[in-house]
């Protein structure tokens, strides 16, 4: 295992310093139980947003604190979910009166350890309501299942829904942009090579030097398919058309489309399938109205990369291009 | 044939050691169907709970276990943590006020902890989880001590149970938690968390059945 | 070889489609000669720069253009420097009368086809000022080799340069800028992995599983010390000694402290790298008054990072704070 | 006993054949002190080169080369492109007009030739780099012509040393290009540069020596 690292038990306390020491601006980190909340929290007024998930997917979730998207993060140990009480200290420090919502990743323990946090800070009288992030085409969706991953989506239902919460809109409001988001987002990841978790020391699979794996998690879960490398054409054929047919997207749509890195993928390969995908929707008639391209929910240092696509409207697209000062998403200030 | 304060403590520093020394296989087993994780995550806490037990000086069964409960929630996160944290919470609501446990306080334990963690995730048998060790382990503890053999050997039919429970994952297509999205990919790798269960149990069978003897 | 391509033969120009499809609101693509230039080139009465080198440096140059930023930047081949009929077709594109810049990255090949597209350009009657940025102390300097060679500097210094540029200075107060830049940054590089580039089909260096080469540059050359793999702390340390012992930053110095990553490096790890300089300068008396972490000039999907430190002054933290609007880099817009 | 522009077209053919065999072994002796391009970047100049070459018709020596450097410069990049480029140019100035060539001819084209390298690039003998082949290639044609040597055999000879200097780069530490960056460590490693640069002498000598003989 190749790391810059000093001990794998500390990356993610030493990340935190250093975010710390980096973002000290715009938000300060808690430690013991972790979390990164806004400097201006909690605003009065405003509806708050609080998200967390396992570290390792950076700058997803602490790079996406500040005004205009999450009030406070909580970070746990590398691809493990946080703890309710890190959501709880969270919940707290971030309400401003307006209520919380917390975005999970419909992951079991995401799930598990938010809804205990949300049974605690119910019980001492926060309004708090939680919005499942599931977008990802790769897993069948079932009711005798876990159902399907949050992915890609939750960047885009993230900035949307701070975008809506600055305006001051209500609880309900923010939490049906969230559900919006989500049911208008559909995800597909691939991976060139595994990840090594540092605690675990080697990587998560192992691929062969002309294999791919389609339909990866962000945790370096295996995908449903190894199939032989081939063209990047090819790939994102594989990868576009279940999401395009799943919501469906169809001919004269308007989406955003997000090609993301999986943390060692560089840009210029992003590049290229980022063309590779706008041909794609050339070819089904829906027309690209935003994207975003880079390394925004990452799986360490996994090579390979995600596709997003959110169908926009009026009102989305008027969020996406609202204001955001976050450490991993700024424009508009 | 009663179970001490200090039987319970042995065995959560024999559950502690049992993961400590698996921790590894834990994870390997985790990297086929999961995210590599599960060694790592219950190891952390339960050396967090180590840490808090030293300085334990009450005599309450139920409140150390509830220690332990609030312990793993805190510290182990993923589906362990709660799912780990709910049971030992539940053990130790259905043991609150005891310093002593007889054959059946353990066997209402036992019930309570496994309907908590699946009140917490919802799966059923079958569905390649924790659970599948637990409920056939619950079953035949709660069998045997209903026809009356000795609490040791009980205690062995219910690892017994546990054990075979998680060699009957192996083959199970998963329908709950993380390798569930591999699908059909995810028959023939044995649960990681039946895994930690069976070794829940047989620390149990172990430290209270020696005692016993 | 395992990447996101198509032919290695188009990785160039597919890249250049997907920058023209991501970016047509700040940028327009040319093909054949190949640059990029901002959409409201030439900007009358403004001071213009140009810069270029091998593409696989994403999203350095071309990310940079735009405004506060580059006017124009031309990518060569991956790692080979751009040609003089790219750098003159550019210079005449964004020349709006007063007086063009060429940053040109200490390479030999920069230089050479630079220096011949500068004497193009010239000889009809374009003003244009070369700048050249050396600020790797990884190399030794001297008058009798090919010198020190640009590289972590060259992302502040087109982003200081720009803003004196977008406030209507002249020419030669933009040119000075530049140089002020060079003198007071140094870098030094690192790398866990080797790259591959794609037309070369293998790593360009090996590396044992715990070897890591200190004192790399950004082509994929081999640095100039193989080491046994170390804790960050101890990495880091190699690294800022050489820096800050160079220039040297002293006790009480400002500095802009910028961890750039490779390209395979996730975000993680840089904030871990960010942490232990942090702690490193700490212990000098040298205290970063602002900071950039993040893959900015890149190795392909290199593994590694490095360290640049610039010495701050009230203009140069102005003309960095000032608002800038690329795909590369954005803020205050 | 005169080249002409037929011979000048078959030179330029087996140079670009001899770049397209050579183009992984030049890119690997690249990996080893440079960046992994040398060979690449030649390949596709030349190819470029081939491409415009289609639609010569006129019979002017020195325009034609003069092509083959513009067309260099503006396909080559790094610093491969500006120094063959340049070579390429000189050579055109200094056949400009000419429809044949004698040996005189030769020797003045190749000593503007890397004249415009070394003013260009500004490396000096020993620096490791193509001045290492061209310059002892250059000196043993200009002495072979003065000696009144058959052409062929004076081109051998320039072949001859070029090779010898692109063997003696091998010991050579880097003064100047991407080598100079390894230090010591560049030693041991034969300059790409100064292997291409043997290619071209060498391509010239069996064209323009086996056309003669
Ligand atoms: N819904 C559930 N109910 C019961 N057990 C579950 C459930 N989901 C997952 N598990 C158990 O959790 C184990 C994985 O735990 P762990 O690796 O610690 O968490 P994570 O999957 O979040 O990484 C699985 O092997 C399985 O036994
Ligand atoms: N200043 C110089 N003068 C002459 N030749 C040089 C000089 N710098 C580099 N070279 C030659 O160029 C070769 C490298 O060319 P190439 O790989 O195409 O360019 P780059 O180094 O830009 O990747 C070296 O092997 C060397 O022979
Ligand atoms: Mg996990
Ligand atoms: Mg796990
Ligand atoms: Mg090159
Ligand atoms: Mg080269």
């Not at chain 2, 054959?103 to 334990?109: G, I, K, L, S």
Request: charged share 25%; hydrophobic share 40%.
């Amino acid at each position: 295992m190749k790391k810059l690292i000093n001990d794998p038990e500390n990356v993610v306390r030493e990340e935190l310093s250093g975010i710390a020491r980096a973002h000290g601006d715009r938000v300060e980190v808690h430690v013991d139980p972790h979390y990164i909340v806004r400097t201006d929290a909690p605003v009065q007024g405003k509806v708050a947003l609080v998200s967390g998930g396992g570290s390792g997917h950076e700058p997803m979730h602490g790079g996406f604190v500040g005004m205009g998207m999450l009030d406070a993060a909580c970070p746990g140990e590398v691809f493990t979910s946080p703890t309710p009480d890190q959501m709880e200290a969270a919940t707290k420090a971030v309400d401003g009166g307006a209520g919380v919502v917390h975005i999970v990743k419909n992951y079991t323990g995401d799930v598990m350890n938010f809804e205990m946090a949300a049974e605690l800070v119910r019980s001492e009288g926060t309004e708090v309501e939680s919005v499942l992030v599931d977008d990802d085409v790769a897993v069948q969706d079932s009711l005798y299942t876990a159902g399907r991953r949050g992915v890609g989506a939750t960047v885009l239902m993230e900035k949307i829904a701070g975008a809506a919460a600055e305006q001051r809109r209500p609880l309900k409001e923010v939490v049906d942009l969230c559900r919006k988001v989500n049911d208008n987002a559909r995800s597909m990841g691939m991976a060139l090579t595994s990840c090594t978790v540092p605690a675990a020391g080697k990587p998560t699979f192992e691929l062969g030097d002309d294999e791919v794996e389609i339909g990866i998690g962000i945790h370096g879960e295996p995908g449903r398919q190894r199939l032989k490398l081939a063209p990047v054409h090819d790939i994102v054929e594989m990868m576009a058309t279940p999401i395009v047919d799943d919501l469906p997207f169809k001919s004269g749509d308007q989406v955003l489309a997000f090609v993301n890195g999986m943390g060692g993928t560089p840009l210029i390969e992003l590049y290229i399938v980022f063309n590779e995908l706008a041909s794609f929707l050339d070819g089904r008639g829906i027309a690209i109205g935003r994207n975003l391209i880079g390394p925004y929910i990452t799986s360490l240092e996994m090579q390979g990369c995600s596709i997003t696509l959110l169908k926009l409207d009026d009102e989305l697209t008027d969020l996406w291009d609202a204001p955001v000062n976050t450490p991993g998403l700024r424009w508009g200030v | 044939m009663t179970v001490t304060h200090d039987d319970v403590v042995r065995w959560i520093r024999a559950f502690a050691d049992a993961i400590a020394q698996n921790k590894d296989s834990l994870t390997d087993l985790d990297s086929a169907i999961g995210d590599a994780d599960h060694g790592i995550n219950m190891h952390r806490g339960m050396t967090a709970v180590l840490a808090k037990m030293d300085g334990d000086g009450s005599a309450d069964i139920g409140a150390l276990l509830k220690t332990v409960g609030m312990t793993l929630v805190s510290s182990v996160g993923g589906a362990g943590g709660p799912l780990y944290g709910t049971l030992f919470l539940r053990l130790g609501a259905a043991a609150a006020g005891k310093e002593e446990l007889t054959d059946e306080d353990w066997v209402a334990m036992v019930t309570a902890g496994v309907e908590g963690v699946q009140s917490r995730g919802k799966a059923e048998p079958k569905d390649k989880t924790m659970v599948d060790a637990l409920i056939p382990a619950r079953d035949a503890l709660a069998s045997a001590v209903a026809a009356g053999e000795p609490f040791a050997d009980a205690l062995r039919s219910s690892a017994a149970a546990a054990e075979e429970g998680m060699r009957a994952t192996i083959p199970l297509v998963a329908r709950k938690g993380r390798a569930s999205y591999l699908g059909e990919r995810s028959a023939g790798h044995q649960d990681p968390g039946a895994t930690s269960s069976w070794l829940l149990m047989r620390t149990a069978a172990e430290t209270f059945g020696d005692h016993m003897e």
